[in-house]
C-alpha cells in the first residue's frame, strides 16, 4: 500500500530534500556560552552538582503540620524510592484522576489512577505535562496590588483588609467569573462568600463552549458509554481527542475497536466533519462536511431515522448508509454532536431517543459535569460590565480578556468596573488589568475535591508545600466571606455526609476516588430546549453563505486546549499534533485545491479577517479538510503567558460568532496572502517511508472474518529453498535469553494517536525541549514518536491499466479524503541491532534480556548508530539543552533551581554530544527486578511497565517478559502469530521486540480505500 506522510514528502519541495536528513548533518555551536557547552562533554562534577542543587532546595519537603528535623526522618520518606498520592487534575474541562509520583518530596511525575471508574489509569496528554506547571517560574509569588502600569507586592493581611472594605462597600452587582468548576466544596465556599455579599452572581464560561449541548438536554451533560454502541455516528464531535470527556470515551471507544480470533466483531464509527480531527482520522467512513451544512446533515439524519421532518438540503450516500446501520442496532448505537447550535443538538437528542439509546448508550441520569458554561449568562455579564452596573468582578482562575469571543469587551468593562480582582495563578491578560491580585496555588500545592459525573467523586491532595506565597483561591474567598477556617477543614467538614469517620475519609484520600453526589443540580438554562420540528425549522430557515465563501472552523487541539492554560508549557508546545504534526504554534490548515488555486505555498502567511478582527497565519495544506473551508486551532497567540507561551501563535478566538444562540465556533472569513513567509515546525516528514506495506498494514473486517491469517501480508525472501521468511536467512548468532526477554506489542487497532505516550515518555525521561527553529532542523528529541501515515487513491495494481509512469504520477497527488494510520515508533530493541555493529566505541550494546543498551559515558557522537537504524529512532543531542542560553526560553525549566526539580533522579541528564533514544524505561524495569528480589521471588505480569505503555488510554501498548508463557504479552503474540502480528522492516531481518498488530477498519468495500478494494479484487482475480 502506498502511504505518505506530508505535502513536503510528495512534492519533493528543494526546502525539504535539503533539510530531510538535516539531523546527520554538520552544526558550529557559534552560540557563546560561558557553561557547561564549553566545557568537557562528561564533566561529571558539574552534572553531580546539578542534581545535588535540584534536590536539596528549602522548598522540597513533604507537605507537614509539624515541622520534624531530618535527624529524625520520616519513615515514608527515602531520597531513592518513589512515594504516589492519589490525586485530580482538572483543567479546561479535561478531568483525570491521576497518581502523582513524589521523590524526596518532590513531584516529579503523573500518572493514571487505576482505581477511578472514569479514567480507568488513562491519562491525556495535557495532564501527563502538567507537573511540568508546579515548577514553572511564571506564575505570581505573590499578592500584589496595581500601582501605575504593573502590581506592587503586598502582604496578604493588607489585601485582605483592603478587599473587605471595598466588597462592603459595593452597592452594584459582585460577579465571580470562572470557567466550569466540578468541585462541590469550592462551589459551597462560593455559596458562603454569596451569603455574605448577596448581590453576588457566579458566572460560568467555557473557552470551547457545549451551551447548545446543555440546553438540548434541559441543563445537562449526559454521559455517553461508547463502549455499549455498535454504530457510532459523529457530526464533528472529537470525542477522541477535546469532546467533553476523550479519556474515557477513548477507553470505551478501544473496547469496541478491539478483536482477536475470539472477538470477531467491533464497532463501526461514522464522521461527519470539516477538519480533519484525531477522532475523524480513527474513523471507519469518515465524509467531509462544510459547517453551513452541518445542521442539514443534522436534519436528513433525523428524517431518515425517524421518518419525520422535512426535506433536507443535504444528500450524501454514506449518511444514509449511518441511517440504515443506526436503525439496526436500536439502543446499541450512538450519535453524538460537537456543535454549539441549539437546533442542531436537539435533533441529536431526538435521534437517541427515537433509537432507544437513552439509558443504554446516552445516560441522563448519572450527567457529566465537566462543562457547564453558559454563553448567554456570560455574555448578560460582559454587558453590564460595560454599562455599569457591575460594582465589583473576581476572575477565578478565568481569563476571558483572552480566550473568551468578547474578549475586547470584556477588557473595555472591566475598566468600567470600580473593584477588579483576580484570583489567576499569573499576571495574564485579564489578571494584568485587575486592582489586586491573589494568586490561587497550584492543584498539586492544593486540597480539592471533584464530580467529574454525578455520582462519582474524587480528590485532590497537595504533595509539597506551596512553593510560593500563594493561597488557595477558595481560602481566600472565606477570609473575604469572615471564615478564617482552613480550607482542608471546610473541605472535611463538607464531606463528612460522604465519609462520615476518619477511617472512611482515610480511605477515599488514599485511593484518590469514591461515590457519592454531592453537588447541586443544574440551574435551569437561559434558553428552554427546542422541539425536534422548532430545530428543523430553524436550520431550515437559517441564511446560507455564497456559494464562493470561505468558511472557517474553530477547533481545540489536543495537546494545548483552547483556553491556553497550559500556554507556556514546554512540553505541550513541542508535542506534534496528531494530524498535522505540527509543533509550536497554530496554522491555517486548508485543502490542497485551495492552496493550488490560490498558489499558496506551505509557510505562506495569510491574513484572515471576519467580525472586524484579523489575525495572520501561516498556510498548512491538510489533507481531509474540506473544500472550501479553513480551520484554525485555538489557545496560542498568549501575551502574558511565560517565556515559553508569549507570542507563539496568533489568538483566533475572536473570530467566533457571538449570537443569539451561544458562542459559534464557525464562521465565514476572507483571507489574502501577505509577503511573508513563517516556516510551520512539523516532526512528521524528517523520516520518508514510502510504499512499503511492512512499515504498517491494514485491512478491513469482512476480510478477517473470512480468513484471519490473510489480513496480513508477510514478507519473505529468496532462498536456494525457495522463499523462506526472512528470520530464516542470517548473518548473526541468535541470542539466548535465559532470565528475561523484554518486549512490547502495540494493536494499531486501538491506538487512536493522542500523544499522552508521548509525554509519558519525554517527563520519565528527562527529555529536553529544543524549540521551533531546532524541530525545523529536524533536532526535536522525543524517544518516542507517533508517525502518521496517509493512504493514497492509487496502488501498483493499476500498472497493468495505467502503466507504471501514469501511476506513480497519479500517487503524488494526495487524497482529498484519505484514510489514516497512527503507528508509535520506538527503538524497536533489535536483536540483530544494525546500530550495534557500527558503534566504534561499544556505546550501544545488546543486553541478556534483549535491550538495546546505551552507555552515555561511552558515546563520543559519531552519529554512525543513528545513519545506520532504519526507523530513525535514536536521537542526537547537539547542545546542552539544559544550561545553554540558547534554550532557555524554550527549556527555562531547566535554567533554575526551581525547574529542575521536575527532573527524574533515576535518569540520566543527557551532555551535549551523546545519542539518545528509549530503552524500554531500564530505570523502571530495575526497579521491578530488586523488589521481586527482595520478596525472593521473580516480577509478576504487570508489575514492571513502561512510561508509555502505562499512560496509553486506550491500551494499545501491551510491554512485559516474553520468557514469561503466562504474560499478556507472551499470550497475545501467541494468539496473533500469524494473523495480526507483524514487525516494521521484517524483511531487512533486525528482529525487532516490538510487535505491531494489523489495523482492521470495519467498512465495506465502496466506503474503504480504492487502492485496497482494488488490490483485493485483483488478488480474487488471480485466485
Same mark, same amino acid.
Given at each position: ?505 482515610? /480511605? !477515599?484520600?488514599?485511593?484518590?476516588? #469514591?461515590?457519592?453526589?454531592? $453537588? %447541586?443540580? +443544574?440551574? =435551569? ?117 511565560? /517565556? !515559553?507561551?508569549?507570542?507563539?501563535? #496568533?489568538?483566533?478566538?475572536? $473570530? %467566533?460568532? +457571538?449570537? =443569539? ?363
Amino acid at each position: 500500500m502506498k502511504y505518505w506522510k506530508g505535502i513536503e514528502e510528495l512534492e519533493n519541495a528543494p526546502e525539504f530534500m535539503q533539510s530531510a536528513f538535516a539531523e546527520f548533518m554538520p552544526v558550529k555551536e557559534s552560540h557563546a556560552s560561558t557553561d557547561a557547552t564549553s566545557a568537557p562533554r562528561r564533566d561529571f562534577l558539574k552534572l553531580m552538582g546539578f542534581g545535588v542543587a535540584a534536590a536539596t532546595l528549602a522548598s522540597c519537603e513533604t507537605p507537614v503540620r509539624k515541622a520534624i528535623p531530618y535527624l529524625n526522618k520520616p519513615e515514608e520518606v527515602d531520597p531513592a524510592i518513589s512515594n504516589f498520592y492519589a490525586s485530580t487534575y482538572f483543567n479546561g474541562a479535561d478531568y483525570n484522576a491521576v497518581l502523582v509520583k513524589s521523590r524526596d518530596g518532590r513531584p516529579i511525575k503523573l500518572e493514571g489512577n487505576p482505581e477511578s471508574p472514569i479514567t480507568n489509569g488513562g491519562l491525556s496528554a495535557r495532564a501527563q505535562a502538567a507537573v511540568l506547571s508546579l515548577y514553572d517560574g511564571g506564575r505570581l509569588q505573590h499578592f500584589a496590588v496595581k500601582s501605575g502600569n504593573g502590581h506592587q507586592q503586598v502582604e496578604p493581611a493588607v489585601l485582605d483588609q483592603a478587599v473587605r472594605a471595598k466588597l462592603a462597600a459595593t452597592t452594584g452587582r459582585i460577579a465571580i467569573v470562572s470557567p466550569t468548576i466540578i468541585s462541590p466544596t469550592t462551589k459551597k465556599a462560593i455559596a458562603e462568600f454569596a451569603a455574605r455579599y448577596p448581590n453576588t452572581t457566579h458566572v460560568m464560561y467555557d473557552a470551547q463552549s457545549v451551551t447548545g449541548l446543555l440546553q438540548a438536554n434541559g441543563g445537562v451533560v449526559p454521559s455517553y458509554n461508547f463502549s455499549r454502541a455498535n454504530i457510532i455516528v459523529s457530526l464533528g464531535a472529537d470525542f477522541l481527542g477535546t469532546w467533553i470527556s476523550p479519556v474515557e470515551y477513548s477507553r470505551q471507544y478501544a473496547m469496541t475497536r478491539k478483536i482477536s480470533r475470539d472477538k470477531r466483531s467491533m464497532s463501526r464509527h461514522y464522521q461527519f466533519e470539516t477538519a480533519m480531527t484525531l477522532t475523524g482520522s480513527n474513523a471507519d467512513i469518515r465524509v467531509p462536511v462544510k459547517p453551513s451544512e452541518m445542521g442539514a446533515a443534522a436534519v436528513a439524519l433525523y428524517n431518515a431515522v425517524t421518518g419525520a421532518g422535512g426535506a433536507s438540503a443535504y444528500k450524501n450516500d454514506k449518511l444514509t448508509q449511518a441511517a440504515r446501520d443506526l436503525n439496526a442496532n436500536r439502543g446499541a448505537s450512538l450519535v453524538v454532536s460537537g456543535s454549539n447550535d441549539p437546533a442542531v443538538q436537539a435533533l441529536v437528542a431526538a435521534i437517541n431517543q427515537a433509537l432507544g439509546n437513552v439509558g443504554t448508550t446516552v445516560d441522563l441520569a448519572a450527567p457529566s459535569n465537566v462543562r457547564q458554561g453558559d454563553d448567554a449568562r456570560m455574555t448578560a455579564l460582559v454587558n453590564d460590565m460595560n454599562n455599569g452596573s457591575v460594582g465589583a468582578v473576581i476572575f477565578y482562575n478565568a481569563n476571558p480578556v483572552y480566550n473568551h469571543p468578547l474578549g475586547a469587551k470584556v477588557k473595555s468593562g472591566i475598566a468600567k468596573v470600580p473593584l477588579t480582582i483576580s484570583l489567576n495563578d499569573r499576571l495574564d491578560e485579564t489578571g494584568m488589568l485587575c486592582q489586586y491580585a491573589a494568586p490561587d496555588s497550584h492543584w498539586l500545592e492544593s486540597w480539592n475535591d471533584f464530580e467529574p459525573k454525578r455520582g462519582f467523586l474524587s480528590l485532590g491532595q497537595p504533595v509539597i508545600t506551596p512553593l510560593f506565597a500563594t493561597r488557595q483561591g477558595q481560602e481566600t474567598l472565606l477570609r473575604w466571606a469572615g471564615n478564617n477556617t482552613g480550607y482542608y477543614q471546610y473541605l472535611r467538614a463538607a464531606w463528612r455526609g460522604v465519609t462520615p469517620t476518619d477511617a472512611a475519609w482515610d /480511605k !477515599a484520600v488514599h485511593d484518590g476516588v #469514591a461515590t457519592g453526589t454531592a $453537588l %447541586a443540580a +443544574a440551574p =435551569a438554562m437561559t434558553a428552554a430546549a427546542m422541539s425536534p420540528a422548532a430545530a428543523v425549522a430553524q436550520i431550515g430557515g437559517a441564511g446560507k453563505p455564497a456559494a464562493n465563501a470561505i468558511e472557517a472552523v474553530l477547533y481545540e487541539k489536543v495537546g494545548l486546549g483552547a483556553a491556553g492554560c497550559e500556554s507556556n508549557n514546554p512540553f505541550l508546545q513541542e508535542l506534534p499534533d496528531p494530524v498535522s504534526k505540527a509543533t509550536w504554534g497554530n496554522y491555517v490548515a486548508v485543502p490542497r485545491k485551495m492552496a493550488v488555486d490560490n498558489q499558496w505555498e506551505q509557510g505562506d502567511v495569510i491574513k484572515v479577517t471576519a467580525n472586524g478582527y484579523s489575525i495572520e497565519l501561516p498556510v498548512l495544506i491538510q489533507p481531509g479538510q474540506t473544500n472550501g473551508t479553513v480551520s484554525i486551532a485555538l489557545g496560542y497567540g498568549r501575551t502574558l503567558a511565560g /517565556k !515559553a507561551g508569549d507570542q507563539v501563535g #496568533a489568538n483566533a478566538a475572536p $473570530l %467566533a460568532m +457571538a449570537t =443569539a444562540n451561544g458562542m459559534m465556533y464557525n464562521t465565514v472569513v476572507t483571507l489574502a496572502k501577505t509577503e511573508a513567509k513563517s516556516p510551520i515546525a512539523q516532526t512528521q516528514t524528517h523520516h520518508t517511508i514510502m510504499d512499503r506495506k511492512s512499515v504498517v498494514q491494514e485491512n478491513t473486517l469482512a476480510q478477517y472474518i473470512k480468513n484471519p491469517k490473510e489480513v496480513t501480508e508477510y514478507e519473505k525472501v529468496m532462498t536456494p529453498d525457495g522463499l523462506e521468511k526472512p528470520s530464516k536467512v542470517s548473518l548473526w548468532q541468535d541470542y539466548q535469553y535465559n532470565n528475561h526477554h523484554w518486549g512490547m506489542a502495540v494493536d494499531l487497532n486501538s491506538c487512536i494517536g493522542c500523544g499522552s505516550c508521548v509525554i509519558g515518555c519525554q517527563t520519565e525521561n528527562n527529555i529536553a525541549v529544543v524549540g521551533k527553529q531546532e524541530v525545523i532542523n529536524r533536532r526535536e528529541m522525543h524517544w518516542m514518536r507517533i508517525d502518521r501515515y496517509y493512504s493514497s487513491d492509487h496502488h501498483k495494481d493499476e500498472f497493468e491499466t495505467v502503466g507504471k509512469v501514469g501511476t506513480y504520477t497519479a500517487m503524488e497527488d494526495p487524497s482529498d479524503n484519505p484514510q489514516v494510520i497512527f503507528q508509535p515508533m520506538m527503538c524497536q530493541q533489535c536483536n540483530h541491532a544494525p546500530c550495534e555493529t557500527v558503534c566504534p566505541v561499544l556505546a550501544t550494546t545488546h543486553s541478556s534480556e534483549g535491550l538495546n543498551q546505551m552507555t552515555y559515558n561511552r558515546c563520543i557522537g559519531t552519529r554512525y548508530c543513528a545513519n545506520n537504524c532504519p526507523y530513525k529512532v535514536r536521537r542526537f543531542n547537539w547542545f546542552s539543552y539544559y544550561s545553554n542560553e540558547k534554550f532557555e526560553t524554550v527549556n527555562g525549566h531547566m535554567f533554575t533551581d526551581l525547574g529542575r526539580m521536575v527532573l527524574n533522579p533515576d535518569v540520566t541528564v543527557r551532555a551535549r554530544g551523546v545519542m539518545e533514544k528509549c530503552s524500554f524505561c531500564i530505570q523502571r524495569i530495575q526497579l521491578g527486578k530488586l523488589e521481586a528480589k527482595k520478596q525472593k521471588r521473580r516480577p509478576m505480569d504487570g508489575e514492571i511497565v513502561s512510561a508509555c505503555a502505562q499512560s496509553c488510554p486506550t491500551e494499545a501498548i501491551v510491554f512485559g517478559d516474553m520468557r514469561d508463557p503466562n504474560s499478556r504479552l507472551s499470550q497475545l503474540l501467541r494468539r496473533e502469530d500469524g494473523e495480526r502480528a507483524f514487525h516494521a522492516l521484517e524483511s531487512i531481518n533486525v528482529q525487532p521486540n516490538v510487535t505491531y498488530l494489523t489495523k482492521i477498519r470495519n467498512a465495506e468495500s465502496e466506503f474503504f480505500a480504492k487502492e485496497e478494494s482494488e488490490s483485493m479484487q485483483h488478488e480474487e482475480a488471480k485466485s
